[in-house]
């Protein structure tokens, strides 16, 4: 799932490298992390070696549900930016055999003028589009979800596998992985790792992984 890249010294010597994370950026961020650690003295195999090693940060490109027995490749990412959106996608577009699935919604309060934004790359880089809240806050969750349809119109004016689920995140979430497949990815983006969902002024308790966990369980049940 990740990537192997070469790194060539100041003494021209090249060195073969690994990443454990998908995605260019993840290559971008291990090669860095091998030069610092080797500027600071860390003998550059132990660098590599260190690097090969890292495991996921919660939240971030995070695969929670790996594909076999019929379930798609599940991944938690923090991505709620529109350039953080396109490395999220271009990162899974290589591991994805099948179709990628986006789960998305954005943030109430906040900046408005990304949620077109949001949805014309959505629209563009993933093949499936599902409309869901994040956090609405004090705004009125479909009126965040029109602006992403609006945008998402911009590139696919039929919105053709755009779906909007009004229901709330986990029933988008559920929505996803049942339409898909052992070769699919579903990539959700927005909340990452963290631990509640803010809706008119409450706080509720809500993970994105534990959705993905206790559904993958449920369909394995329904498939024995």
Partial sequence: MGSTFELRGPDGVRHTAHS?????????????????????????????????????????????????????????????????????????????????????????DRDQGKRPLLGEIAARLADVVVVTDENPRSEVPGTIRAAILEGAARVRPDLIDVVEIPEGRAAALRHAMSATGEGDTVIVTGKGHEPTQEIAGVFHRYNDRDVYLAHARTLLQERA
């Fill in 20 to 108: 454990p994370l998908p995605g260019l950026v993840n290559v971008s961020n291990a090669a860095t992390a091998i030069v610092v650690a080797v500027s600071a003295g860390v003998p550059i195999d132990v660098a590599v070696d260190a690097v090969a090693s890292v495991t996921a940060i919660p939240g971030r490109m995070e695969r929670v549900v790996e594909r076999g027995q019929g379930l798609p490749l599940c991944i938690v990412d923090y991505a709620h930016t529109p350039d953080a959106l396109v490395y999220a996608l271009e990162a899974v577009r290589p591991i994805t055999p099948g179709r990628l699935v986006l789960v998305l919604g954005s943030d109430g």
